[in-house]
């Protein structure tokens, strides 16, 4: 997964799409923003059709608090309904897809304030603090979770195999893909 150097304003209206599975057997359905072969090979650039978000629990105290991603299943099945029903509020029906939770129906504009930079450590990477837009903060057990989306669209790198199933590449594979890719996504802008 990778952050887009496209525009968000492509239309969909008749781009091909499709359905990548998980191991859990949850579906996540993405337009296809690029394609191209490598020896042979075809692989496509996808963006999901709903908006990703992302759940934060507020650790800590006062002055101290930090936001900490919440990625166990476990507890996202704890506090999904409470999710459900804050985001229900604003017209947004939550989905427990493959590889990201998304929202459907149209998320509210930005507002500056409702900004948050997540900084990303990583000392064998380079990363760009990454920006995301409050949506709602719900308490579940004395706990308090926020629900953000990024602004930057979310992207995933896959295969095509011989069966035509779309198979993610690992970060090993897009390591060494990634000159190709920018290669061929640098002929294409120009």
């Known amino acids: 997964m990778f952050s887009s150097p496209f525009p968000e304003e492509n239309d969909h209206a008749h781009a091909s799409s499709i359905t990548l599975s998980d191991d859990a057997g949850r579906t996540l359905e993405c337009y296809v923003e690029r394609s191209f072969s490598v020896d042979e090979q ?3 650039l996808l963006l999901p059709v709903d908006s990703p978000i992302e759940i934060f629990a507020w ?5 101290e608090e930090e936001a900490v991603l919440v990625e166990d299943d476990a507890v996202i099945n704890q506090i999904f309904a409470t999710a459900q029903a804050v985001l229900a509020e604003q017209n947004l029906i939550v989905k427990h897809t493959a590889y990201a939770l998304t929202v459907a129906g149209d998320l509210p504009p930005v507002d500056e304030s409702d900004i948050f930079t997540l900084e990303i450590e990583d000392e064998e990477a380079d990363l760009e ?7 709602a903060n719900f308490y579940y057990e004395e706990e308090e979770y926020a629900i953000y989306t990024p602004l930057d669209p979310l992207l ?10 779309a198979e993610l590449l690992s970060p090993e594979e897009i390591k060494k893909l990634q000159p190709m ?8 802008v120009d």
């Open 156 to 165: 995933f790198f896959a295969r095509i195999s011989t069966t035509g199933q």
């Open 129 to 135: 603090p990454e920006q995301l837009q409050l949506l």
């Open 181 to 188: 890719l920018e290669e061929y996504l640098f002929n294409e």
């Open 42 to 44: 075809e692989y496509v």
């Open 59 to 63: 650790q800590g105290e006062d002055d």
